[in-house]
């Protein structure tokens, strides 16, 4: 391979810069403004420029048919306005980590999961791009336990370089999703440690689940893992609350272990209880779906 190969391109550079020059000035500001702001600027100002406002009408047109007009506006301001409020979060670092670090664990899972961590037990805790999904992860390496997470690198290489430094200041250790990555996570597992997974975006190769109806290839990797290793596959959510700033974690009961399909279809309705109970806090952005949204 050529040495140039791995290098950013011109528009990587130009992105990354933009989006930096943008996180500087957000970190000028007092914690509560900064998140609050992001969230207004990527609700007002990106979302409508990246195309979201329309893949999140379309989704929404898929999956929720009947949903009255004026929620859906409502969805295409607030779905975006998560996000940006997420990505202000992980990029406060310590001041993000001092938010969640003493959130208790809630849900029918949390005492089997601290039990776990107790005994020194692995675990596989799956979850999706809810929330903040990354509030969970840091508040439970705060209170001792031994997380690690595996991730999709991004392809614009350089800010791939700067979101992987600021995932890893909120709990380490990180698995990046090739071969080197995955073996690295296997013997993690195998040594007694917990990995997190978020398995709700569109997989090619992946298993025809449901996701709100629809056919929805998902990942079965969470799930064989699970089986493989003996280790509880355990849905997990950081739930945002009405302040827009704090969260409540919630641990779902284990997977009752069976084959990995029918595994991961349950976490798939897990998920989607509990966003039809928080619709604006899952990232209708992605093309989820075998029916896709067209390209923008």
């Known amino acids: 391979m050529n040495d140039t190969e791995d290098l950013p391109t011109l528009s990587d550079r130009i992105s990354t810069s933009v989006f930096t020059g943008l996180m500087r000035v957000l ?5 509560e403004r900064r998140v609050a702001l992001a969230g207004r600027a990527m609700s007002g100002l990106i979302a409508p420029l990246a195309g979201w406002r329309r893949r999140i009408r379309i989704n929404l047109a898929m999956t929720c048919p009947d949903l009255p007009a004026s929620e859906v506006e409502q969805l295409v301001r607030l779905v975006p306005d998560n996000i940006g ?3 202000s979060e992980i990029y406060s670092g310590d001041e993000f980590l001092d938010r969640v670090r ?7 899972g949390a ?4 039990a776990l961590r107790t005994e020194g037990k692995p675990a596989v805790l799956v979850t999706g791009h809810f929330g903040n999904y990354d509030a969970w992860r840091g508040a439970l390496h705060a209170r001792g ?10 392809n614009n290489r350089a800010f791939n370089a700067q979101y992987v430094e600021a995932i890893e200041g909120i709990a380490e250790p990180l698995f990046p999703r090739d071969k080197r990555g995955m073996a690295q996570m296997l013997r993690y597992l195998r ?3 917990m990995v997190g997974l978020a398995i709700d975006q569109y997989f090619r190769a992946g298993a025809a689940c449901t996701f709100f109806g629809l056919e929805a290839k998902t990942p079965l990797s969470a799930a064989e893992l699970a089986l493989k290793y003996d280790a509880p596959m355990i849905p997990i959510f950081a739930v945002r609350q009405k302040d827009g700033l704090s969260f409540v974690i919630e641990v779902e009961e284990a997977i009752p272990p069976s084959d990995a399909q029918t595994m991961s279809q349950q976490f798939n309705d897990a998920l989607e209880r509990k966003v039809r109970a928080h619709m604006d806090q899952w990232f209708w952005i992605h093309r989820r779906w075998k029916k896709r949204a067209p390209r923008d």
């Open 85 to 87: 409020r997420s990505l």
């Open 111 to 114: 005492a089997h999961l601290e």
């Open 27 to 31: 970190r000028a500001m007092p914690y």
């Open 145 to 154: 336990y031994r997380i690690g997470a595996l991730y999709r690198p991004m």
């Open 102 to 108: 003493d959130l208790p664990l809630t849900g029918p």
């Open 191 to 193: 040594d007694g440690g």
